[in-house]
């Protein structure tokens, strides 16, 4: 049963850059059956999905926080990375890591790591 | 602004059936079936009930039932049952710039 789990750092300070990895346990990040990606939650407020990675590398961002933001794969660790440059406290939120189905003709985020809560203050 | 419009909250007494919507445009959900909900309980991580407009997968009871016609999607529970009671996002896939799309979240409340 695949297995999703966020790590991090929970406070960032302003303008810095925030970072964080997801663990997949359970299966191989190097399937062919997924995409990999975060997906956002501020306080109270709904989800907003960040960026996605295939095991290959290739990458597919949110147009609005492409220009912050970076995912990378490392597959001898089973793991990929989100990192979010000039952060701010419209950055704080839940920080979620999904697997997002990617067989023909399906598509969906099937698979959810628990979350990360990251505040940026200073 | 969330791309996709949900509204805000529903509710219904157990064992009757409520409808959620999700309305978008032709470049999101009126183009493509990779409509999918989800399900989210206070402090959990949200729960897929229904992919690629509607299909459940294992475990998710029959109760919840998926649709879409032209640019609006809809997520009917039928029987409600007092642990139904969350929030319900739909997402969709809106092409190969803006990629996924949610909505803004609908409560729903089990009177």
């Known amino acids: 049963q695949l297995q999703l789990q966020e790590s991090g750092p929970g406070l960032v300070k302003p303008s810095e850059t925030l970072s964080l990895t997801c663990t997949v346990s359970?299966?191989?990040?190097?399937?062919?059956?997924?995409?990999w990606g975060w997906i956002r939650q501020p306080p109270g407020k709904g989800l907003e999905w960040i960026g996605s990675?295939?095991?290959?590398?290739?990458?597919y961002y949110n147009p609005s926080l492409k220009s912050r933001v970076t995912i990378s794969v490392d597959t001898s660790k089973n793991q990929f990375s989100l990192k979010l440059s000039s952060v701010t406290a419209a950055d704080t939120a839940v920080y979620y890591c999904?697997?997002?189905?990617?067989?023909?003709?399906?598509?969906?985020?099937?698979?959810w790591g628990q979350g990360t809560m990251v505040t940026v203050s200073s | 602004q969330s791309a996709l419009t949900q509204p805000r909250s529903v509710s219904g007494s157990p064992g009757q059936s409520v409808t959620i919507s999700c309305t978008g445009t032709?470049?999101?959900?009126?183009?493509?079936?990779?409509v999918s909900w989800y399900q989210q309980h206070p402090g959990k991580a949200p729960k897929l009930m229904i992919y690629?407009?509607?299909k459940r997968p294992s475990g998710v009871p029959d109760r919840f039932s998926g649709s879409k016609s032209g640019n609006t999607a809809s997520l009917t529970i039928s029987g409600l049952q007092a642990e139904d009671e969350a929030d319900y996002y739909c997402?969709?896939?809106?092409?190969?710039?803006?990629?996924?799309?949610f909505g803004g979240g609908t409560k729903l409340t089990v009177l």
């Open positions: 999904a697997s997002l189905i990617a067989a023909a003709g399906t598509s969906a985020f099937d698979i």
């Open positions: 359970g299966g191989s990040i190097s399937s062919s059956s997924y995409y």
């Open positions: 990675i295939y095991y290959s590398g290739s990458t």
């Open positions: 032709s470049s999101d959900v009126g183009g493509y079936n990779y």
């Open positions: 690629d407009v509607s």
């Open positions: 997402c969709s896939y809106a092409g190969s710039y803006t990629f996924w799309v």
